[in-house]
């Protein structure tokens, strides 16, 4: 991406290029050892349009990096290449496969006078390792999720196999990358979850049960409200990857206009006696339609032994989503679809406005909401719980954050610090443009907070901070 920043005492502009993608490829070294072969490992490359032999260089050259850093530390190769121009991240997610990403550093390019070609300055040191290595795992992660492992595909047709998936999942993939807006977040993956007191929490709990007793083929649910979690049957890290699918690309593929309270300009569905708001966001768009078709995406989920092959079915009501995973080995139907649709559209258009209702009452409560003078990102390891003030909308093609990049950047370089050691420590940095960012990491758990306080000091910043977390994490214990 390209900005233009004027620059007022020249007249002249100097032109700012944010980080991009240069390559993405996979490759396996077992599967061309002997000279003159050395395509035959090559798996995915992008740029397709590439030449064969450039292709086989950079290969090659990652392939020498990996063996080289080996000598050093076998069980531990290297993770990434700084150079002038470019960095390299590699990543190994299963044995012998690799997947390599080579990013442009953002650079600005100062024209000259006298006609002189424009000077061209690289920021090296403007790209953070965590975020990126990040990025390169969450797209094998993402690949998995509706492909199953490389393995898998070796096994069931070969390499051949293996090429097509590739090439069908990351040709659109990779276009939804914006290495531009990739920070913090992407390091944490987490989950955004929906506040709720305990009786609509006990109320979602019950529809999940009496739909998966009503409709036995269900294996797993999740429950979401405008776009964060409520309630999930899934392990972790794998409700971790469907919940970024599904709020990156699913959901804003099918935004709607949000509907408050029972009454909608939409026209509803008629369920038995009761109205109805509910449509399936994957298999068929309207269940009155003869030739609809009944194919939804099928996903990969862990399991003790192995992994599970799932329909997903992504069905919708006002702002409320519930995600139904049925084991990819039964046939599903019309008849299926709409006893599904009959049984859970009424019941989730009640709950949706129920929980549109507790939600308006709690604003009216808390009152009406000042700008506050800190901007916080708080993380839990344990639960993956994500909690943002800083990002006002992140979505796989828009990450809109009200504070600078220069402050993201320090708040990336607290986290590397932190990651280094396994003790809880707190720090607190002074930056150039009088805004304080404060770290702290307690109990598996990590806060961030910027504060804009031009002239407070050290101690009076470590109260702000005390009083940022006893009204917005009073129920969460950090240490002093």
Known sequence: MLMISPR?????????????????????????????????????????????????????????IVQFTRTFCPTKPAKSLHTQKNRQFFFEPEDNFWIVMVVRNPMIEKPNKDGKPPTVEYQEEEILDTVYGAVV???????????????RAMEAGGVELLIQKLEKFFYR???????????????????????LDKMTYLKIQSFVNRVEESLS??????????????????????????????????????????????????RPEVAGNLLHYGRFLTG??????????????????????GYEELHLIVY??????????????????????????????????????????????????????????????????????EKSTIHMRKTASVCLTSVHPDLMKILGDINCDFARVDEDEEIIVKAMTDYWVVGKKSDQRELY??????????????????????????????LD
């Open 137 to 151: 795992r969450e797209c094998y992660s993402m690949y998995k999720l509706f492909n199953g492992t490389f393995g």
């Open 217 to 266: 083929l269900i294996k797993y649910t999740a429950f979401l409200y405008n776009d964060q979690l409520i309630w999930s049957g899934l392990e972790q890290d794998d409700m971790r990857i469907l919940y970024k699918y599904l709020t990156t690309s699913l959901f804003p593929r099918h935004s709607e206009p949000e509907l408050a309270g029972r009454d909608s300009p939409l």
């Open 8 to 64: 007022m005492a020249s007249g002249m502009q100097e032109k700012q290029y944010t980080p991009s993608l240069l390559n993405f490829f996979i490759y396996n070294p077992t599967f061309g050892p002997r000279e003159g072969e050395e395509e035959k490992k090559i798996l995915f490359y992008h740029p397709s349009d590439v030449e064969k032999n450039e292709k086989i260089r950079n290969v090659g050259l990652c392939e020498a």
């Open 284 to 305: 068929p768009t309207n269940l009155k339609d003869p030739e609809a078709k009944f194919r939804f995406p099928k996903i990969f989920v862990s399991t003790e032994d």
């Open 316 to 385: 919708k009501a006002m702002s409320a989503a519930a995600c139904f995973m049925i084991s990819a080995s039964v046939e599903l139907t019309r008849d299926f679809c709409e006893q599904l649709d009959g049984l859970v559209g009424p019941q989730l258009t009640l709950l949706a406005s129920d929980i549109c209702e507790q939600f308006t009452v709690n604003r009216r409560i808390s009152g009406p909401e000042k700008e506050p003078q800190f901007k916080f990102i708080y993380f839990n390891h344990m639960n993956l719980a």
């Open 173 to 195: 993939y990779l276009q939804t990358l914006h290495l531009q807006s990739c920070d913090l977040l992407d390091v944490f993956g987490g989950i955004s979850f929906f506040p």
């Open 449 to 478: 907070v910027i504060l804009n306080q031009k002239n407070a000091n050290l101690i009076e910043v470590n109260e702000e901070v005390k009083r940022l977390c006893a009204t917005q994490f009073n129920n969460i214990f950090f």
